[in-house]
């Protein structure tokens, strides 16, 4: 299968700063990206989906303004936490897409996030 | 509201045995329904899925089952192998019923598997 990237792997911040993870797909070109939230012991919560080159759609109860998502490129998705909260600490993990069936969408292997 | 339910968290299996892990869901708008398996530290691998039109879908050691009627699928992995031990996600999506355009994933929790040498 496809390649998807994560940077970074792992993150640990001070409230209030601002993170920044980026989602790669290394070898195919991707026309919509998904962010997921994972809690510990819960589901994948998908937080938005977002097309190269258009803005993302939030999943109701996600902050856009909190959640900044840029698809600036067919293989680069990022997501900016900002004014991060002990809260918002998660695994948060991105899947990309080419536009075909679902086995066609590949997963990312996640960035911790811990805020301190 | 839950709307995929991995009532299991977890379950163990001796090798050579026969796994089955169970999903149910409650959103009657839910048309294809999958399967993934996740490594601690890697992100979910698609592992089989099946559309609401079939009630059984078979790929080598893995069989999913879906009845529509009880809101409910499984996967059965035989026999299973110490490699198959990871994290199993349950997935559902209204394909169909949006048009064929919403690929929007609803997970379960996920049921940790371990299978015994």
């Known amino acids: 299968g496809a390649v998807v990237s994560q940077h970074p792997s792992r993150v640990i911040c001070k409230s209030g700063t601002s993170v920044k993870i980026e989602c790669r797909s290394l070898?195919?070109?991707?026309?919509?990206m998904f962010w997921y939230r994972q809690f510990p012991k819960q589901s994948l919560m998908l937080m938005a989906t977002?097309?190269?080159?258009?803005?993302?759609?939030?999943e109701q109860g996600v902050e856009k303004d909190k959640f900044l998502i840029n698809h600036a490129s067919l293989t680069l998705s990022t997501l900016t936490v900002t004014s991060a909260h002990p809260e918002d600490s998660s695994f948060y993990i991105c899947?990309?897409?080419?536009?075909?069936?679902?086995?066609?969408?590949?997963f990312g292997p996640g960035t911790r996030l811990t805020v301190l | 509201d839950q709307q995929v339910k991995q009532n299991s968290p977890s379950l163990s299996v001796q090798e050579g045995r026969i796994s089955i892990l169970n999903c149910d869901y409650t959103?009657?708008?839910?048309?294809?329904f999958l399967w993934y398996k996740k490594y601690p530290a890697e992100g979910p691998t698609f592992l089989i899925s099946?559309?609401?039109?079939?009630d059984k879908n078979e790929d080598g050691r893995f069989t999913v089952f879906l009845n529509k009627s009880a809101k409910h699928l499984s996967l059965h992995i035989v026999p299973s192998q110490p490699g198959d031990s990871a994290v199993y996600f349950c997935?559902?999506?209204?394909?169909?019923?949006?048009?064929?355009?919403?690929?929007?994933?609803?997970f379960g929790k996920g049921t940790l598997l371990t299978v015994n040498p």
């Open positions: 899947s990309a897409g080419s536009g075909g069936s679902y086995n066609e969408q590949f």
């Open positions: 070898d195919f070109q991707a026309t919509t």
């Open positions: 099946i559309s609401s039109i079939k």
């Open positions: 959103n009657s708008m839910f048309d294809y």
């Open positions: 997935a559902a999506s209204a394909l169909k019923n949006s048009g064929g355009s919403n690929y929007k994933l609803t």
């Open positions: 977002s097309n190269e080159g258009s803005k993302a759609t939030y």
